[in-house]
């Protein structure tokens, strides 16, 4: 039996490997298995001193296929074609294009609480987007930029030909930031989503009160804290003063080119998510693929939750899985117990894997009360900076 080595046994533990197992046996031809690890497993192993091919599309299997050029024939046959005949089988471990971690090559900057983590879900269901699921801070941090690029790319997702974006909001608010962006990939895309300044500022304050609230301190007031005594915007106030988008993408304007950042309403985005993506999907020049039906609208919370594709594909891999779970169940247990530590994506066998993907509770919880009267006077004071950003990016908003 050809071993496979440590390298890819190490992929493997990170289930993100792509692995080909080239199956070459003497009376059923050349069959070729693609098989991204933790989805589609396929192992060769000596069982009591035999050889045998256990075909495992279990645990986390969401995509399977079979190599263009090679004989057309089903997955399942070819893992009891395999285990029929073992006596005249020969296994070759065949590395082809295992995927790597890259630089994005797009960055969500902000705005935050402008919907970032509801557009970051919504641009991963594209199949050409690999998404990094969480706020990486690499830009922004002096701790984590002292890392050094090689540190950064260890937090992207593992990819082939997919576009890698990674989303910080307070990417934008740092002036520190453009410069970073552009000495690594002085071609990066911006993407900005934004809302109406007064609303993002109340949902940005109603963050932090119930972060204090939960941490048994101090609750704020918002009219003490968003204003100074002569009634003007307190601008060391972060709440009031991340809506201030002009102040902001000014910076960013220094470095990059406008048609290099793309702008997205996230007041539109939260009711019609479809139009803003498709404007998404062409600034990274993508084909339209995300799709009506997986954005499911949340009624109980006011916005979308998302929905990974449910093509033919996806169904019938899944339905492979469900029948090798019956035909070597005992095997199947040994392989979850080995890499269920491991592995951090879910079951496709379970109904946990199919639920439609919503964000979490924080997420759309109603806003702290604020005034009429401090509300309107936060909209006056916000209006000239309004103004500013319009021109900046030649586009005008209803606020």
């Given at each position: 039996?050809?071993?496979?080595?440590?390298?890819?046994?190490?992929?493997?533990?990170?289930?993100?490997?792509?692995?080909?197992?080239?199956?070459?046996?003497?009376?059923?031809?050349?069959?070729?298995m693609m098989a991204r690890c933790g989805?589609?497993?396929?192992?060769?192993?000596?069982?009591?001193?035999?050889?045998?091919?256990?075909?495992?599309?279990?645990?986390?299997?969401?995509?399977?296929?079979?190599?263009?050029?090679?004989?057309?024939?089903?997955?399942?046959?070819?893992?009891?074609?395999?285990?029929?005949?073992?006596?005249?089988?020969?296994?070759?471990?065949?590395?082809?294009?295992?995927?790597?971690?890259?630089?994005?090559?797009?960055?969500?900057?902000?705005?935050?609480?402008?919907?970032?983590?509801?557009?970051?879900?919504?641009?991963?269901?594209?199949?050409?987007?690999?998404?990094?699921?969480?706020?990486?801070?690499?830009?922004?941090?002096?701790?984590?930029?002292?890392?050094?690029?090689?540190?950064?790319?260890?937090?992207?997702?593992?990819?082939?030909?997919?576009?890698?974006?990674?989303?910080?909001?307070?990417y934008f608010t740092n002036p520190l930031?453009?410069?970073?962006?552009?000495?690594?990939?002085?071609?990066?895309?911006?993407?900005?989503?934004?809302?109406?300044?007064?609303?993002?500022?109340?949902?940005?304050?109603?963050?932090?009160?119930?972060?204090?609230?939960?941490?048994?301190?101090?609750?704020?007031?918002?009219?003490e804290l968003a204003f100074t005594r002569?009634?003007?915007?307190?601008?060391?106030?972060?709440?009031?003063?991340?809506?201030?988008?002009?102040?902001?993408?000014?910076?960013?304007?220094?470095?990059?080119?406008?048609?290099?950042?793309?702008?997205?309403?996230?007041?539109?985005?939260?009711?019609?998510?479809?139009?803003?993506?498709?404007?998404?999907?062409?600034?990274?020049?993508?084909?339209?693929?995300?799709?009506?039906?997986?954005?499911?609208?949340?009624?109980?919370?006011?916005?979308?939750?998302?929905?990974?594709?449910?093509?033919?594909?996806?169904?019938?891999?899944?339905?492979?899985?469900?029948?090798?779970?019956?035909?070597?169940?005992?095997?199947?247990?040994?392989?979850?117990?080995?890499?269920?530590?491991?592995?951090?994506?879910?079951?496709?066998?379970?109904?946990?894997?199919?639920?439609?993907?919503?964000?979490?509770?924080?997420?759309?919880?109603?806003?702290?009360?604020?005034?009429?009267?401090?509300?309107?006077?936060?909209?006056?004071?916000?209006?000239?900076?309004?103004?500013?950003?319009?021109?900046?990016?030649?586009?005008?908003?209803?606020?």
């Amino acid at each position: 039996m050809t071993n496979v080595s440590s390298e890819h046994i190490a992929c493997c533990h990170r289930c993100s490997a792509t692995v080909i197992c080239r199956i070459d046996t003497v009376s059923n031809g050349e069959y070729s298995m693609m098989a991204r690890c933790g989805r589609v497993a396929v192992i060769a192993s000596g069982l009591l001193g035999s050889l045998a091919l256990i075909a495992l599309i279990e645990i986390f299997s969401f995509e399977l296929s079979t190599e263009s050029g090679i004989t057309s024939t089903q997955p399942l046959t070819m893992a009891r074609r395999a285990m029929s005949s073992l006596s005249d089988a020969k296994i070759t471990y065949t590395q082809f294009s295992l995927p790597s971690r890259h630089f994005p090559s797009a960055l969500l900057i902000g705005v935050r609480k402008g919907g970032t983590r509801a557009l970051l879900d919504a641009l991963a269901l594209h199949p050409q987007i690999k998404a990094a699921r969480r706020e990486v801070h690499y830009f922004d941090d002096e701790m984590n930029y002292g890392k050094g690029e090689e540190w950064y790319l260890q937090q992207m997702p593992f990819s082939r030909n997919e576009i890698t974006i990674e989303k910080t909001p307070a990417y934008f608010t740092n002036p520190l930031v453009p410069e970073r962006v552009y000495r690594m990939n002085p071609a990066m895309k911006i993407i900005l989503i934004i809302r109406e300044p007064v609303t993002r500022a109340i949902s940005d304050f109603t963050q932090v009160y119930y972060n204090r609230l939960e941490l048994n301190k101090s609750l704020p007031v918002f009219s003490e804290l968003a204003f100074t005594r002569e009634g003007q915007i307190e601008m060391s106030y972060k709440p009031v003063r991340n809506s201030l988008y002009a102040l902001h993408l000014k910076q960013w304007l220094k470095i990059f080119p406008l048609n290099q950042i793309l702008v997205l309403d996230g007041d539109i985005f939260a009711k019609d998510p479809l139009s803003q993506l498709r404007l998404a999907e062409d600034f990274l020049g993508l084909p339209h693929a995300i799709r009506d039906s997986q954005l499911i609208f949340n009624p109980s919370k006011g916005f979308h939750c998302f929905r990974k594709t449910s093509s033919s594909k996806v169904h019938w891999s899944m339905q492979i899985g469900k029948l090798l779970l019956k035909f070597d169940y005992i095997v199947i247990s040994i392989f979850k117990r080995m890499y269920q530590n491991k592995c951090s994506q879910l079951d496709p066998l379970s109904d946990a894997s199919i639920k439609v993907k919503c964000l979490g509770r924080s997420k759309g919880r109603p806003h702290r009360e604020i005034d009429d009267k401090t509300q309107q006077h936060l909209a006056r004071l916000l209006r000239p900076h309004n103004r500013v950003f319009f021109q900046m990016i030649n586009r005008v908003f209803p606020w």
